[in-house]
C-alpha cells in the first residue's frame, strides 16, 4: 500500500498556473504508475495524466495536451501536475492515483484500475 498526498490546489484567474504534487510514501513507488484524476461537481472523476515511475513514460487526455505536463522528482517521491493556461473548465477536485504497473503496458486511464487515492486538493479558475 502507499499513501498520497496531494498539495498545490487554490484559486487562479484564466490563463494563469498552478503546480500540484503528489507525494508517495509507504511502499517503493519505482513499480508504481501514479496519474491525476479530477472531477467537477455533477461529473464523474476523469483521467488527466499519468507517469509511469519506472520509465518515466507519460500519458496526458486530449483536453490538456500542450497546457498540462506531469513529471516525477526520484528523491522526493513526488509526481507533479504543471498546470499552466488555465481555463475555468479546469474547475475540479484534483485526485493523485496510484497503482502497481510493470514497465510494459499501457498507463491505465479508469478509476478501477487504481487502488490507492489522496484525499484530493481544489483547483478553482475564475474567468
Known amino acids: 500500500q502507499v499513501q498520497l498526498v496531494e498539495s498545490g490546489g487554490g484559486l487562479v484567474q484564466a490563463g494563469g498556473s498552478l503546480r500540484l504534487s503528489c507525494a508517495a510514501s509507504g511502499r517503493t513507488v519505482s513499480s508504481y504508475c501514479i496519474s491525476w484524476f479530477r472531477q467537477a461537481p455533477g461529473k464523474e472523476r476523469e483521467f488527466v495524466a499519468g507517469i509511469k515511475w519506472s520509465s518515466g513514460n507519460t500519458r496526458t487526455t486530449n483536453s490538456v495536451k500542450g497546457r498540462f505536463t506531469i513529471s516525477r522528482d526520484n528523491g522526493k517521491n513526488t509526481v507533479y501536475l504543471q498546470m499552466n493556461s488555465l481555463k475555468p473548465e479546469d474547475t475540479a477536485v484534483y485526485y493523485c492515483?496510484?497503482?502497481?504497473?510493470?514497465?510494459?503496458?499501457?498507463?491505465?486511464?479508469?478509476?478501477?484500475?487504481?487502488?490507492?487515492w489522496g484525499q484530493g486538493t481544489q483547483v478553482t479558475v475564475s474567468s
Open positions: 492515483a496510484a497503482r502497481t504497473a510493470g514497465v510494459l503496458g499501457p498507463i491505465e486511464s479508469q478509476t478501477y484500475e487504481y487502488n490507492n
